[in-house]
């Protein structure tokens, strides 16, 4: 069965420090790995997504995320957070077996302190 | 960039009552798929459509339909509402089913049921 796994509920940061944002998973058969930013009563912005190739992705507003197949994670990072960061982030997961619909985590707040 | 528009934003029911949510994907996107998000979970898959066919289906109850129209949009219907089918119910939209596509989310559409 499909899962995602995001373990912190919460993650606390200054602003100007490194940000992480955990995710591991489980599937079946070779993931498709998607990162999406929540704000307060808005839709789901798409961030960044791994499908094949590079293990470090980049994608919207200075994030990336990190492949680790033998640990079957997909952290999110960005190297110096800003307020404006302070959202809540999911994780989902798609398998190639599956093709429609995204798996989500439970969902990680980032708060970013000035 | 045009996004996917859900129609109403907000929507108040009584309890067996019926709802109808719609949903225009981005232009040349044939695929769409229905997410439910309850307070403080993750969204949950409901159904999805390619080429106006049912593509897949997740935890939607019998009392919910949707279809594909030719234009591409989408409709929930909902029907004998229940206090717990409060809920933020998103759309999405994709250019075609693969599994590497992200799927682009709409604003929502906030259900009160009373």
């Known amino acids: 069965a499909q899962s995602v796994a995001q373990p912190e509920d919460q993650v606390n940061v200054a602003e100007g420090n490194p940000l992480t944002v955990k995710c591991t998973y489980s599937?079946?058969?070779?993931?498709?790995l998607f990162w999406y930013v929540q704000y307060p009563n808005r839709g789901l912005q798409f961030l960044l997504k791994?499908?094949?190739?590079?293990?470090l992705v980049k994608g919207s507003y200075g994030f990336e995320a990190e492949f680790n197949k033998s640990q079957t994670s997909f952290h999110l990072k960005k190297p110096s957070a800003l307020v404006s960061d302070s959202a809540l982030y999911f994780c989902?997961?798609?398998?190639?077996?599956?093709?429609?619909?995204?798996?989500f985590g439970t969902g990680t707040r980032l708060q970013v302190f000035p | 960039a045009a996004g996917v528009i859900q129609s109403p934003r907000h929507l108040i029911k009584e309890k067996r009552e019926t709802a109808t949510l719609k949903c225009y994907p981005i232009?040349?996107?044939?695929?769409v798929y229905w997410y439910q998000q309850g307070p403080g979970q993750d969204p949950q898959f409901l159904i999805s459509?390619?080429?106006?066919?049912?593509?897949d289906k997740g935890s939607i109850p019998d009392r919910f339909s949707a279809q594909q129209f030719s234009d591409y949009h989408s409709e929930l219907n909902m029907s004998s509402l229940e206090l717990g089918d409060s809920a933020l119910y998103f759309c999405?939209?994709?250019?075609?089913?693969?599994?590497?596509?992200?799927?682009?989310f709409g604003p929502g559409t906030r259900l009160t049921v009373l």
């Open positions: 999405a939209s994709s250019p075609g089913t693969s599994g590497a596509n992200e799927q682009f």
């Open positions: 599937v079946s058969g070779n993931p498709y």
């Open positions: 791994y499908i094949t190739g590079d293990n």
């Open positions: 989902a997961v798609r398998d190639s077996y599956n093709t429609d619909k995204l798996i």
């Open positions: 232009p040349r996107h044939d695929t």
């Open positions: 459509f390619y080429e106006k066919m049912q593509s």
